[in-house]
């Protein structure tokens, strides 16, 4: 499936949910340090409900180690910068999606990663300054499963 990173995520009731969305879509979630959080946190805890054991989560010392790790052929770095919108993307199994921290975004040395094989972002109105980094992850991960038909999802069919 696709593999969801947060780098230096803030908010711990964010990754909480970004935990249930990997558990619920069989996705990976990776967490560059530092976070602004303990992984103990009530309200990671709470957001994540029971699925802490349903969803691969993997935390990195930086990004050098993620990427190690992750050993990625495709990188997606969301940030609102971007031209190319998400749904431009023909994503493949074992796809990177990337995301900056609540208050800042990915920052300029992340984005010039030469890792990063695209930069793309979600449409807004022009007053609008952001979405809630769990919900761009949801958006954009849905929309990676999409392009596979769902796989996985034991959906019935008519």
């Known amino acids: 499936m696709f593999r969801i990173v947060f780098f230096h995520p803030e908010i711990p009731g964010n990754t909480g949910n970004a935990i249930r969305l990997a558990a619920n879509t069989g996705c990976e979630l990776h967490?560059?340090?530092?976070?602004?959080?303990?992984?103990?946190?009530?309200?990671?805890?709470?957001?994540?409900?029971?699925?802490?054991?349903?969803?691969?989560?993997?935390?990195?010392?930086?990004?050098?180690?993620?990427?190690?790790?992750?050993a990625p052929e495709h990188v997606y770095a969301f940030t609102?910068?971007?031209?190319?919108?998400?749904?431009?993307?023909?994503?493949?199994?074992?796809?990177?999606?990337?995301?900056?921290?609540?208050?800042?975004?990915?920052?300029?040395?992340?984005l010039a990663d030469p890792r990063i094989t695209g930069q793309v972002r979600l449409p807004m109105l022009p007053t609008s300054r952001?979405?809630?980094?769990?919900?761009?992850?949801?958006?954009?991960v849905y929309e990676a499963w999409r392009q596979h038909d769902f796989r996985g999802a034991g959906l019935l069919t008519s």
């Open 80 to 110: 609102t910068r971007a031209q190319r919108r998400h749904t431009d993307v023909a994503y493949a199994e074992g796809d990177v999606l990337l995301f900056g921290p609540e208050s800042v975004g990915l920052p300029d040395e992340v």
């Open 130 to 140: 952001s979405l809630n980094l769990t919900n761009t992850a949801s958006i954009a």
């Open 31 to 70: 967490l560059i340090e530092p976070l602004g959080f303990s992984l103990e946190d009530r309200y990671l805890r709470r957001a994540g409900l029971d699925y802490h054991d349903l969803a691969p989560v993997r935390v990195h010392r930086d990004l050098a180690a993620a990427w190690e790790a992750l």
